[in-house]
């Protein structure tokens, strides 16, 4: 059965996939504001969170697999709640990785472990439709469309190492992101920054995104961004 230690106020529940415990399952009994998903094992589903304030945690190396993707396919993490923590978790499979939307907030990935998001069927973190996120120390590799994309929303990230999207490492569109330290964009099929449709981008001069050819993105360019698109950067695009 889940386990459960700590005060009602704030519970910690256990999931071990390998025991063929389900995270959604979890999520959708007795779990409230403030408790504590710690999940192990591989865990074959996609979940959507709907409670405020829950930290879901990955141990031992915790995969959650989507799947594969289809027209229809779903994301494998949603967040449809406020103040989301997201840390430990291997993510690969289904249509998007880790997903926050409908005016939702998360933190995605802690300060000392983030996640990894490999082989998504489209993005590998989107944050869309009034979304806020917090992108912090994860690795996205490999991703059939935009390593990172945030579309009618706004995110600040840092430290986050995304390779290999098929487009954009990440892209920007109609939204606000804040581009702090030690993110790096490479080795991309198109751009490592796109923006575009009014978004804001701002680069601080902590960060350290530029590396020089040929560890660079596909187009030989590290950012393209039109007229519409408004860039306040303490450090220059090369």
């Known amino acids: 059965s889940f386990g459960r230690a700590a005060a009602a106020q704030a519970a910690t529940f256990t999931v071990d996939c390998d025991k063929g415990q389900s995270i959604q399952h979890r999520l959708d009994n007795?779990?409230?504001i403030g408790d504590t998903?710690?999940?192990?094992?591989?865990?074959?589903?996609?979940i959507v969170i709907r409670v405020n304030s829950?930290?879901?945690?990955?141990?031992?190396?915790?995969?959650?697999?989507g799947g594969e993707d289809s027209n229809e396919g779903n994301s494998v993490v949603v967040v449809r709640a406020l103040n989301v923590f997201i840390a430990g978790f291997t993510v690969t499979g289904g249509r998007n990785g880790i997903v926050?939307?409908?005016?939702?907030?998360?933190?995605i990935g802690g300060t000392a472990q983030g996640n990894t998001i490999d082989s998504v069927g489209r993005n590998g973190i989107s944050v869309s439709d009034g979304g806020w996120a917090q992108v912090q120390n994860n690795t996205v590799t490999d991703a059939a469309r935009f390593g990172i994309i945030v579309s009618g929303a706004s995110?600040?990230?840092?430290?986050?190492?995304?390779?290999?999207?098929?487009?954009?490492?990440?892209?920007?569109s109609?939204?606000?992101?804040?581009?702090e330290g030690a993110n790096t964009f490479l080795a991309n099929g198109r751009w490592g920054i796109a923006c575009t449709r009014a978004g804001v981008l701002r680069v601080q001069a902590s960060q350290t995104l530029f590396a020089p050819p040929p560890d660079n993105n596909t187009s030989g360019q590290y950012a393209n961004t039109d007229f519409s698109c408004q860039v306040f950067n303490d450090v220059p695009f090369p």
Do not use: P
């Open 174 to 179: 109609t939204s606000f992101v804040d581009l």
């Open 30 to 32: 007795n779990v409230k």
């Open 37 to 46: 998903v710690e999940v192990s094992g591989t865990c074959q589903e996609q």
């Open 155 to 172: 995110a600040v990230l840092s430290g986050n190492n995304v390779r290999g999207s098929d487009r954009d490492g990440l892209f920007v």
């Open 100 to 107: 926050v939307s409908q005016n939702g907030s998360a933190i």
């Open 54 to 65: 829950i930290r879901l945690i990955g141990v031992n190396g915790a995969t959650i697999d």
